[in-house]
């Protein structure tokens, strides 16, 4: 019987071509986000600089498998007294030595001194809590769509801001600016937001802003509230799994009581500064390309065969921007 019906379907589209241009797309032939985004030409996918990416080398694990997390750094102009801070310690291996020492369930994994004794390297800034937000131009601009479709309701702003028309629920809209999410007030303001993966600098109470030294990502459902409260640095790329299954720990906060519940850190480099066979090399579906904006589309409104309704809108959170990893042609 099902043979004969799909025999019969096919003979009317091979009759009727133009009524079957008018009707939507069969519910096989409707793309995923996965489907888009394995579509996207190569064009629409940005590399990232290796001077940008932050490379955490922790102690193997129990069977000796190495244990590595990749960090993007994020762009200017956004964080950049805290990022400047980052690259310094880096580069003085001041991580080396130090451990992960919080594990909060459904929130985040923490990572510096535990002694909090370790002398920090000298120069670097102190950083206002004014740097939490950054102006932005508002200065038009739209993101590209196939004519058919205007994806997302996307306003755009140049250079690089693709703004949505979508309310937030911590904020007027929200916003990716290459290749970041973030939301803002007015256009002219955005901040980045506490997204799965997003990298975080650990402070004290106000107006301590942290320097950068101790850090954190977060491991759980999005925690927005601490948008503008703490300053964001960077998303972990790689390697979640390596903080995201560790044991949660069992004092204050997640906090390890004892020293053998630390997971030891035996590195952190900016990634330009490792052997060029040791670089890791990564790219990103560019936040202003019609792939992105078809992607969006697709998460806010799932359409393909699983779904039986289209939710219609979708949390920022919720449309992650896809980076993958790029084979080493040498």
Same mark, same amino acid.
């Given at each position: ?13 091979? #009759? ?52 590595? =997390? ?44 535990? #002694? ?17 937000? #950054? ?24 250079? !690089? ?38 990298? !975080? ?7 301590? #802003?942290?320097?950068?030294?101790? @850090?954190?990502? =977060? ?54 500064? @490792? ?56």
């Amino acid at each position: 019987m099902t043979h004969r019906l799909l025999t019969a379907v096919a003979a009317l589209a091979l #009759t009727a071509p133009s009524a079957a241009q008018d009707k939507p797309p069969a519910p096989a032939e409707i793309p995923s986000p996965g489907d888009i985004v394995a579509a996207a030409p190569a064009g629409d996918w940005v590399a990232i600089a290796a001077s940008d990416l932050l490379v955490m080398d922790l102690a193997p694990d129990a069977a000796g498998r190495p244990r590595r =997390v990749v960090i993007q750094l994020m762009p200017a102009p956004f964080s950049q007294g805290w990022i400047g801070n980052i690259r310094k310690l880096a580069a003085a291996h001041w991580w080396d030595g130090t451990s992960i020492n919080r594990v909060q369930d459904n929130y985040v994994v923490q990572w510096g001194d535990a #002694t909090e004794k370790k002398p920090l390297p000298a120069g670097l800034a102190v950083v206002p809590e004014g740097e939490y937000v #950054t102006a932005t131009k508002a200065e038009g601009g739209v993101i590209p769509s196939d004519g058919k479709l205007p994806p997302m309701h996307w306003s755009g702003y140049s250079p !690089g801001w693709a703004w949505t028309d979508h309310a937030d629920a911590y904020a007027k809209k929200y916003s990716y600016f290459r290749g970041w999410p973030f939301a803002g007030d007015d256009g002219r303001s955005g901040w980045p937001v506490h997204c799965y993966g997003m990298v !975080g600098v650990g402070r004290n109470m106000p107006p301590d #802003t942290g320097s950068g030294a101790e @850090l954190y990502t =977060v491991i759980g459902h999005a925690p927005r509230h601490l948008d503008r409260n703490i300053a964001l640095v960077g998303r972990v790329v790689s390697g979640i799994e390596h903080l995201s299954s560790l044991p949660r720990g069992t004092g204050g906060l997640g906090f390890y009581e004892n020293e053998n519940e630390r997971v030891p850190i035996a590195s952190i480099r900016i990634a330009s500064d @490792l052997p060029p066979a040791e670089q890791p090399k990564f790219e990103y579906l560019s936040t202003e390309s019609r792939s992105f904006a078809k992607y969006a589309d697709a998460r806010a409104n799932r359409r393909d065969p699983f779904f039986i309704k289209p939710a219609g809108e979708a949390d920022i959170c919720n449309i992650p921007v896809p980076v993958r990893a790029v084979a080493d042609s040498r």
